[in-house]
């Protein structure tokens, strides 16, 4: 089973950029979506961004014109390029795929990378 990896994680101040990496272990051409959650303390996780395997991208109204969504087949990657950070992006961000557009995230959920977004 195709296993992801999350990294790119990090500190940084409010208004401050960082761009997060999801490589997986192999091909995503097969996957109809990839998508980008997050999980804050005593908060259910939640997805922030979505791509599918045509380019479309959707967005939670949180984020929406601050990240972007984007993936390389050729490296099996997704990216998350998040701009203009806030305190309330803080958050351990995880990866998963869907195999059809209604379909649940079917993979097994990686370690995560933590971002924290300082005031």
């Known amino acids: 089973q195709v296993q992801l990896v999350e990294s790119g994680g990090g500190l940084v101040q409010e208004g401050g950029s960082l761009r997060l990496s999801c490589a997986a272990s192999?091909?995503?051409?097969?996957?109809?979506?990839l998508g980008w959650f997050r999980q804050a303390p005593g908060k259910q996780r939640e997805l922030v961004a979505r791509?599918?395997?045509?380019?479309?991208?959707s967005y939670a109204g949180s984020v929406k014109g601050r990240f972007t969504i984007s993936r390389d087949n050729a490296k099996n990657t997704v990216y998350l390029q998040m701009n203009s950070l806030k305190p309330e992006d803080t958050a351990v961000y995880y990866c998963?795929?869907?195999?059809?557009?209604?379909?649940?995230?079917?993979?097994?959920w990686g370690q995560g990378t933590q971002v924290t977004v300082s005031s």
């Open positions: 791509i599918t395997s045509g380019g479309s991208t």
């Open positions: 998963n795929a869907q195999k059809s557009s209604n379909g649940v995230y079917y993979l097994p």
């Open positions: 192999g091909s995503i051409l097969s996957m109809y979506a």
